[in-house]
Nanobody, 114 residues
């Protein structure tokens, strides 16, 4: 059974930074095409960033240059480092495989507000 446990969210002022963590069980992150997603109130869940098994990364235009996806193979973790946060980044953030195949975790709330 594949499970995801996200953490690291919080309230931050515009321009601030956060690092999100995703503990993955049931699959090996170094062999899995993983993604970070987010869902803002009233909006559909959307892909933010992804990382392939060989470490290639992809970012959507609205986070490119500000967010970095990475992983720790030893601890089977996936991370999302977020800099220069904007109010539009406010959302619940989730990790899953790139296709969102498995049951979603509880997510972690990120609120960007002054």
């Amino acid at each position: 059974q594949v499970q995801f446990v996200e953490s690291g969210g919080g309230l931050v002022q515009p321009g601030g930074s956060l690092r999100l963590s995703c503990a993955v069980s049931g699959t090996i992150v170094s062999r899995t095409y993983m993604g970070w997603f987010r869902q803002a109130p009233g909006k559909q869940r959307e892909l933010v960033a992804s990382i392939t098994g060989d470490g290639s990364t992809y970012y959507t235009d609205f986070v490119k240059g500000r967010f970095t996806i990475s992983r720790d193979n030893d601890y089977n973790m996936v991370y999302l480092s977020m800099n220069n946060l904007k109010p539009d980044d406010t959302a619940v953030y989730y990790c899953n495989t790139r296709t969102g195949w498995y049951t979603w975790g509880q997510g972690t709330q990120v609120t960007v507000s002054s």
